[in-house]
């Protein structure tokens, strides 16, 4: 079963950056798209990047040219490169392996880390 720890979370002010990493155990991790979501308070968990094994990456339009996601697969870590911070990007922050439909392929969430934007 593969655990995911998410980590690099922090309080920042709006216009700051921060880098967030996500190790996971286990074994084929190199083949799946791995994603970042988030989950603000009162708000579902959305998808905010994913990358595909080949390192096609994509976007929602909120993050678009602020958030930049990557992977190193021989370290088994995926990262999400956070700048231009603004308070509306505060929630907790996981990674997963999407699948489509709102499902992702590891049961299993990591307990996510807290990104607070705040002056």
């Known amino acids: 079963q593969v655990q995911l720890v998410e980590s690099g979370g922090g309080l920042v002010q709006p216009g700051g950056s921060l880098r967030l990493s996500c190790a996971a155990s286990g074994t084929g991790f190199s083949i799946y798209t791995m994603g970042w979501y988030r989950q603000a308070p009162g708000k579902q968990r959305e998808l905010v990047a994913d990358?595909?094994?080949?390192?096609?990456?994509r976007y929602v339009d909120s993050v678009k040219g602020r958030f930049t996601i990557s992977r190193d697969n021989a370290k088994n870590t995926v990262y999400l490169q956070m700048n231009s911070l603004k308070p509306e990007d505060t929630a907790v922050y996981y990674c997963?392996?999407?699948?489509?439909?709102?499902?992702?392929?590891?049961?299993?969430w990591g307990q996510g880390t807290q990104v607070t934007v705040s002056s």
């Open positions: 997963n392996a999407p699948r489509g439909g709102g499902r992702t392929y590891f049961d299993s």
């Open positions: 990358i595909t094994s080949g390192g096609t990456t």
